[in-house]
C-alpha cells in the first residue's frame, strides 16, 4: 500500500511539473514586452552610456575608439548647450502657468454650474490633440502676414500693432509658450476635478458653522485636500518641460522651412535641450556628443525630481 502511494504522490508531481499551453502561451506573452525593452530600450541605453566615453564616425558601432573623456571638454564648451538650457527652464515655466489655469478652472467646475460636463470635455480636448495639429494650427494663427492674431491686433491697433512672429525673438518664443499653456491645462483640469469631487464636504460644513470666509476655506481645507494632487502634477508638468521638443521644432522648421539647418527660431532663442540633442544625434551624426547631452538633461531632471520630493512634506500631508 505505501508502495502505491509513493507512485502515485510521485505521478502526481510529476504532472504538475509539466507545461499546459496556456502557461506556454501565458510566458511567451510576457516575454514579448521584456524583448523588446531589452532591445530598444537597455541596448540602446547600454551603447548611449558607452559612446560618451569614445569617438565614433557616424552610427558605425564599429569605430568606436576610446578619447579619453574629450567629448565631455566639447559638449561642455559648447555655448549652444548652455542656452538650451536657459530656452528650456525658461519655456518649462509655462508649466506653471498651465497647471494655475487647471487649478481656476476646476475649481470654477466644482461648483457645479451648469453644462460642467461639457465643459470638462471642451477643455479636456486640446490636451488629447497631436501636438503637430495644435503646433500647426497656432503657427498659422501667428502667421505675420495672413494670421488671425495679426488682423485681430491691426484691427484693433491699427498697422503698427503688427507683429513678426518668426523673427523676433520675444515674439517667438511668447508664441512657443502660448501653445503649450493652450494644450497643457486638459490633464490637469481632469485631475483636479476628481481631487475636488473627493474633497469632504463635512470639513466645509464645520467651518461654515466656525464663521470661515471663502478664501479660508480655500487654503484651510481644499487645497491641503488637494495637495497630493498637485505635488503629482507639478512632477509630471517638471519633466515634460524640461523635455520639450515637438512644438518648439514645429516652430522651427515651419518658420524656416526652405533650409533648415538646426537653428531654432531668430538667434536660437527656441533652441531647447532636447533640440539640442536632436541636432547633434541626427542633423550632424555626433552620437557621443548627443549621449552626453541626454545623460546631463537626465541628471537634471533626476535633481530637479528629488528636490521636489524631498520638499513635499512641507505642504503635502503623504
Known amino acids: 500500500m505505501e508502495r502505491v502511494a509513493t507512485g502515485r504522490i510521485s505521478l502526481d508531481l510529476h504532472k504538475k511539473k509539466k507545461l499546459s499551453g496556456e502557461k506556454i502561451f501565458a510566458y511567451v506573452c510576457v516575454c514579448i514586452p521584456i ?17 560618451m566615453f569614445t569617438t565614433m564616425e557616424y552610427y558605425d558601432l ?35 502657468i498651465s497647471l494655475t489655469i487647471a487649478l481656476f478652472i476646476s475649481f470654477l467646475l466644482s461648483k457645479k454650474p451648469k453644462g460642467r460636463k461639457i465643459f470638462q470635455i471642451i477643455y479636456f480636448i486640446p490636451y488629447i490633440c497631436s501636438s503637430v495639429a495644435t503646433a500647426y494650427m497656432w503657427m498659422t494663427m501667428f502667421d505675420p502676414n495672413y494670421g488671425i ?32 499653456v493652450w494644450q497643457a491645462p486638459g490633464y490637469g483640469i481632469v485631475m483636479y476635478k476628481a481631487a ?15 464663521g470661515a470666509s471663502a478664501w479660508k476655506k480655500f487654503w484651510r ?8 494632487t498637485t505635488f503629482f502634477l507639478l512632477m509630471t508638468g517638471i519633466i515634460a518641460g524640461m523635455q520639450t521638443f515637438d512644438i518648439a521644432r514645429l516652430f522651427a522648421v515651419s518658420f524656416f522651412p526652405d533650409a533648415w539647418t538646426g537653428t531654432a527660431g531668430p538667434n536660437n532663442i527656441g533652441l531647447t535641450t ?3 540633442i536632436y541636432n547633434k544625434g541626427t542633423l550632424y551624426f555626433n552620437i557621443p556628443e548627443a549621449s552626453v547631452a541626454s545623460w546631463m538633461l537626465f541628471i537634471i531632471i533626476l535633481v530637479l525630481s528629488l528636490v521636489n520630493y524631498k520638499l513635499r512634506k512641507r505642504w503635502v500631508n503623504v
Do not use: C, H
Not at 35 to 51: E, K, Q, R, T
Open 35 to 51: 524583448i523588446g525593452f531589452i532591445l530598444f530600450s537597455l541596448v540602446p541605453l547600454a551603447i548611449s552610456f558607452i559612446s
Open 62 to 96: 564599429s569605430t568606436m575608439t576610446w578619447n579619453k573623456f574629450e567629448t565631455f571638454k566639447v559638449v561642455f564648451s559648447d555655448k549652444d548647450l548652455y542656452k538650451s538650457l536657459l530656452v528650456t527652464v525658461m519655456l518649462a515655466s509655462s508649466q506653471f
Open 149 to 180: 492674431i495679426n488682423t485681430i491686433l491691426t484691427g484693433i491697433f491699427g498697422e503698427g500693432a503688427r507683429v513678426n512672429w518668426s523673427s523676433d525673438a520675444a515674439a517667438y518664443v511668447f508664441a512657443i509658450i502660448i501653445t503649450i
Open 196 to 210: 475636488f469631487d473627493a474633497v469632504n464636504p463635512s470639513l466645509y460644513e464645520a467651518s461654515e458653522i466656525d
Open 221 to 228: 481645507i481644499t487645497f491641503p485636500s488637494i495637495a497630493p
Open 274 to 276: 532636447v533640440i539640442y
